[in-house]
């Protein structure tokens, strides 16, 4: 069984440009969720997918976009990105089918904005 | 709206020293609980979980039960030891999940 994998593992990017975050989920998982951990911080819920549909969104702006495909692993995008977009941003896969599961994480990537 | 409150850190104790990491949270309904651990440089791990009220969760000599009554899942650790040393976040939830501020602990030998 192969648990959640994230790439790349760090990122550096230039004020206004755009990223692309991948995660594979957990084998036999079908829902993924991304979040958004700034330094010192809890992790905040950014948005959920489930059969490649979103399903839950946090309070995060339009400019943090999501995919997910047939199978089930998943994109984080992100525009026009802004100094406060730096944080470890980790994706956790689930099984949505079963009532109070919980949610494994990859080892997050590093996006550092400058 | 919803939320979990942790203990302030950083927290620093000795090698087989007790361990008690508060956390309370406000919520509807009778949500999922969950201590994870995040070592450095890592993501976050399962420690434990309890899915209803006076439930128990348990792994590695943590502990931590859920209480209805007080909204509160207390993380306990009778003789924590130096590789015990890393962020602890509270977190509640159904897939979604909430997350405390995490805690820091420092182990010393």
């Known amino acids: 069984e192969t648990g959640v994998t994230q790439s790349p593992t760090h990122l550096i990017k230039t004020r206004g440009q755009q990223v692309t975050l991948r995660c594979s989920s957990q084998?036999?998982?079908?829902?993924v969720s991304w979040y958004q951990q700034a330094l010192g911080q809890g992790p905040q819920f950014i948005f959920q997918y489930y059969r490649e549909e979103e399903n839950g969104r946090g309070n995060f702006p339009p400019r943090f976009s999501g995919l997910q495909f047939p199978n089930y692993s998943s994109e984080l995008n992100v525009n026009a990105l802004e100094l406060d977009d730096s944080a470890l941003y980790l994706c956790a896969s689930s099984l949505r089918r079963q009532q109070n599961t919980e949610a494994f994480f990859g080892q997050g990537t590093r996006l550092t904005v400058v | 709206g919803d939320s979990v409150t942790q203990m302030e850190g950083p927290v620093t104790l000795s090698e087989e020293a007790f361990l008690t990491i508060n956390c309370t949270y406000t919520a509807t309904g009778y949500p999922s609980l969950f201590w994870y651990v995040q070592y450095p440089g890592e993501g976050l791990q399962l420690l434990l979980k309890?899915?209803?009220?006076?439930d128990k969760g348990s792994n590695k000599g943590f502990e931590a039960t859920y209480r209805k009554e007080t909204t509160s899942f207390h993380l306990e650790k009778g003789s924590v030891q130096v590789s015990d040393s890393a962020v602890y976040f509270c977190a509640y939830g159904r897939g979604k999940l909430i997350f405390g501020q995490g805690t820091e602990l420092s182990v010393k030998p």
């Open positions: 084998s036999g998982h079908n829902t």
């Open positions: 309890a899915t209803k009220a006076d």
